[in-house]
Structure formats: C-alpha cells, structure tokens
C-alpha cells in the first residue's frame, strides 16, 4: 500500500516568490492535515481538509492557503514567502470512519528554504 | 499552560536499559493519544497509539494513559542505539483529524 506522498522534496525560493506544494494520501484517507516544523517551533499545525472542505486552521497568517481536490489530493500555497517560511512542511493523510479520524500517517516532507 | 508538554531532555540512557517518555496535555477533550519517532531529517512515523486509561504494550514499547491526570507516558525496553530519535506526543480529539504537537523529547541510547 503506498504510503503519503509529497513532491517536490527540497525547494529553493527567493523572498517575495510564492511557492505549491503537492500531498497525495494514502489510498482511501479523506482528511489531510499539514504542519510546519522549524527547529525553534517544532511542529505546528496549519489546515486540515477533509472531504474538500477546510474544516481547522492554525494560527498562521493568511499567505499561507491550501485546497482538496474531490480525489483527495491536497495542495498548500504559500505567497509573498519570507525567509522565517524557511522549514519542512508535512502532509499527514488519516482515515475517517463514522465521523472518528483514526491514526496520522505523514509523508517525507518537503524541505522549502527561502533565500 | 502549554497544550502538550513534554521534557525536551536530551534523556540519555544506556543500550539495554528502558526509558521512560512523559507527556501532559490540557485538553480534556482529547480522546487518542499517539507517539511518533522522528528521526534526525526524516519525517515523524506513527510508534504508538492509545485510546483508553491504562497500559498498551506492542513489542518493546508500551504506553501508559491516564485521562484524569491528562498524562500519557511511553516507556521503550532494553533500549537500542537505533531508538535515539526525538519522540513526540500528540492528543487528538475524534472529531478532528490535526493533531497538536509536543516540542518532542530527545532521546539517545549509548552503546
């Protein structure tokens, strides 16, 4: 069973510059949730998407948006990049049985560094 | 009060010996409890999920919850080199598929 995917791995952005990143669940999971993790703030929550709706939000300013396709798949855009968006960025997909999100399972992470 | 607290450490412990993980939340709602394993670069990987007060043991790692105290806890056996990771907890309520986050615990075992 194939497991979370996110493309690209590593980027490379200038300030000001936007950026997409691309999460595909795992086969059959409708919720999808992404974080931000920095060394200092470690793993914060961003959005979750269930079933093409953003259903939670965190505390982020609003450069930062995301979408669900009707597949599942989910997408994160972050514009006006600064260089504190600097981090890792996971995608975690979950299974959701009787309206009960089961257990998270994240994928490798895109690496962004904004210079 | 910080929603997920967990001693930041480094917790160092010998190879063979166990070590013990300690979490505290503040949401009382929270209803799953989960440990992920983060290694250096890598990205966190589901160890451990508990649902319900008390013990739950799969191979050399058990956890502990206790709801009344908002306290769960991860206690991996005859430590090995390869366990040094950053463990990280993470309550959840059932209506919610995010999950909030400790700052981790780092753990390294010596050989």
């Known amino acids: 069973k194939a497991g979370v995917t996110q493309t690209p791995r590593y980027l490379i952005k200038t300030r000001g510059q936007q950026v997409t990143l691309s999460c595909s669940p795992i086969?059959?999971?409708?919720?999808v949730s992404w974080y931000q993790q920095t060394p200092g703030q470690g793993l914060q929550f961003l959005f979750e998407?269930?079933?093409?709706?953003?259903?939670n939000k965190g505390n982020f300013p609003g450069r930062f948006s995301g979408r669900q396709f009707s597949n599942s798949r989910s997408e994160m855009n972050v514009s006006t990049l600064e260089l504190g968006d600097s981090a890792l960025y996971l995608c975690?997909?979950?299974?959701?049985?009787?309206?009960?999100?089961?257990?998270?399972?994240f994928g490798q992470g895109t690496r962004l560094t904004v210079v | 009060q910080k929603e997920v607290e967990q001693n930041s450490g480094p917790l160092s412990v010998p190879e063979g010996a166990i070590a013990s993980l300690n979490c505290t939340y503040s949401?009382?709602?929270?209803?799953?409890f989960f440990w992920y394993r983060q290694y250096s670069g890598k990205s966190p990987e589901l160890i451990m999920s508990?649902?319900?007060?008390g013990d739950k043991e799969d191979g050399r790692f058990t956890a502990q919850l206790n709801k009344a105290s908002q306290y769960v806890s991860l206690l991996i056996r005859d430590s090995q080199p390869s366990d040094s990771a950053t463990y990280l907890c993470?309550?959840?309520?059932?209506?919610?598929?995010?999950?909030?986050f400790g700052k981790g615990t780092k753990l390294s075992v010596k050989p």
């Open positions: 975690a997909s979950s299974l959701v049985m009787g309206g009960v999100f089961a257990e998270a399972f």
């Open positions: 086969s059959g999971h409708r919720s």
């Open positions: 998407y269930f079933s093409e709706t953003q259903r």
């Open positions: 949401d009382r709602v929270s209803q799953s």
């Open positions: 508990i649902y319900s007060n």
């Open positions: 993470a309550p959840q309520r059932g209506s919610q598929g995010n999950l909030i």
